[in-house]
């Protein structure tokens, strides 16, 4: 039988400071968004008699519809995108162990190395030559390539640790490669296709300098880009940033709600069965 030690009791007290430490910025996010502008009490306080006018107003005085939306589709499209490529590219270049298999993934890899911003200004006159400046598909194209030598370093890392006598039971019953990565290997790549999935769709989601850059001086902007338009030089009002924040974060609550099994599942559930 268990018994209730001060141990115990030291380890649940620092699970809820803890909690308390991760709820805080919350609190204060949720407080300033339901407070009335007139309202110059401190953030810590309590809202005395909370409003939604925030949200209505900085839905229609920043545009978040379009702005959500394209956030939308381009998350979408650019993680659909890595996912598949990324998954595709590593089958190979984990199973194959030739000398070109090896220097084709260090070459991959330098993906991770090099910063990005070197290549800012070709990237955008390529964007520019092909006429996608001030579109979304120009981010999505911009992810698709950004995020794959990233997801590429998990998904050959997880199939490194994989038995390859799953493939080579495949191909004894007659499969072609590709169908023995489509119906053998990618059903047991979930626990790292979840996660990957999860940290693009983090990465674009809160992106803020591409869309900037790509999208500058059109109609078409992203959530970060458009919560940014409510800070002025001389004036601006934190009650709708926080308000257009908490709509921001709204989405990405609800794709981890619905998927809250499959994620937990894909971070812990490892190589079960």
């Known amino acids: 039988m268990n018994r209730y030690r001060p141990r115990t009791l030291a380890l649940e007290l620092a699970m809820i400071a803890a909690a308390l430490f991760v709820a805080f910025p919350l609190y204060v996010l949720v407080n300033l968004a339901v407070r009335p502008t007139s309202d110059t009490s401190s953030p810590l306080s309590p809202t005395g008699s909370p409003t939604l006018d925030n949200f209505t107003q900085a839905w229609q005085q920043g545009a978040l519809g379009g702005a959500l939306a394209n956030s939308l589709l381009v998350t979408v499209c650019s993680v659909a995108i890595v996912l598949a490529v990324s998954s595709l590219a590593a089958y190979p270049l984990a199973r194959v162990t030739a000398r070109w298999s090896r220097g084709t993934y260090l070459l991959v ?48 890392g997880f199939l490194r640790a994989l038995p390859r006598d799953f493939d080579d039971a495949a191909l004894i019953d007659g499969c072609t490669p590709l169908q023995a990565f489509r119906y053998v290997v990618l059903p047991m790549l979930k626990p790292i296709t979840v996660t990957a999935l999860v940290l693009n769709t ?23 880009v458009a919560i940014a338009g ?11 940033i926080f308000a257009a924040l908490v709509i921001s974060i709204l989405p990405v609550l609800l794709v981890y709600f619905l998927l809250q099994r499959s994620i937990i599942n894909g971070f812990a559930g490892g190589l079960r069965g």
């Open 202 to 224: 983090v990465a674009v989601w809160n992106d803020f300098f591409t869309p900037l850059l790509y999208l500058s001086g059109s109609a078409q902007q992203t959530m970060p």
């Open 109 to 156: 890899l330098l993906g991770l190395v090099l910063p990005f911003q070197l290549a800012s200004l070709p990237l955008y006159q390529t964007m520019r030559d092909l006429g996608l400046l001030g579109t979304p598909w120009a981010l999505v194209l911009f992810y698709s390539g950004l995020q794959v030598p990233f997801t590429v370093f998990l998904y050959v």
């Open 230 to 240: 409510f800070v002025g030089q001389y004036v601006t009002d934190w009650n709708l």
